[in-house]
C-alpha cells in the first residue's frame, strides 16, 4: 500500500498538500502516478496524474489550482492544491500505476493508498 501523508483542514482559499511514498515498490520504468478523490455519489474521480514521460492531467475543476509532481529518486509524489474550495473536500488516495501508462480509472492503477481526509470550510 503506499503511503499517504498531509491533508486537514483549511479555510476557502487555502493550501494544503498532500505527499505519497512508493517506498516499498520497485519500479523498472518511471510509474504513472495519480491522485483520486471520493465523489458525492461515493465513486472515485481521478483529480491529477503525472505519466510515466512527464505529461500531468488535471480534472477541470481543479486545473490552475493544483499542481501533481513527483520525485522519481525517492519514490514520492505530491498534490499541491492552493485556492481551495467547499467542494474539494473529500477523502484524497495516492494511486501508482507501474509501467507510465496513460490510465485514467482505479482498476487501471496497481497500488493505491489508505485515503487521507481533506475538509475545506467556507
Known amino acids: 500500500q503506499l503511503a499517504e501523508s498531509g491533508g486537514g483542514s483549511v479555510q476557502a482559499g487555502g493550501s494544503l498538500g498532500l505527499d505519497c511514498e512508493a517506498l516499498?515498490?520497485?519500479?523498472?520504468?518511471?510509474?504513472?502516478m495519480g491522485w483520486f478523490r471520493r465523489t458525492p455519489g461515493n465513486k472515485r474521480e481521478l483529480v491529477a496524474a503525472?505519466?510515466?514521460?512527464?505529461?500531468?492531467f488535471y480534472l477541470d475543476s481543479v486545473r490552475g489550482r493544483f499542481t501533481i509532481s513527483r520525485d522519481n529518486a525517492k519514490k514520492t509524489a505530491h498534490l499541491q492544491m492552493n485556492n481551495m474550495k467547499p467542494e474539494d473536500t473529500s477523502v484524497y488516495y495516492c494511486a501508482a500505476e507501474r509501467f507510465g501508462l496513460v490510465v485514467k480509472t482505479w482498476a487501471e492503477f496497481d497500488y493505491w493508498g489508505q485515503g487521507t481526509q481533506v475538509t475545506v470550510s467556507s
Open positions: 516499498q515498490y520497485t519500479f523498472t520504468t518511471t510509474p504513472t
Open positions: 503525472m505519466w510515466g514521460d512527464g505529461s500531468t
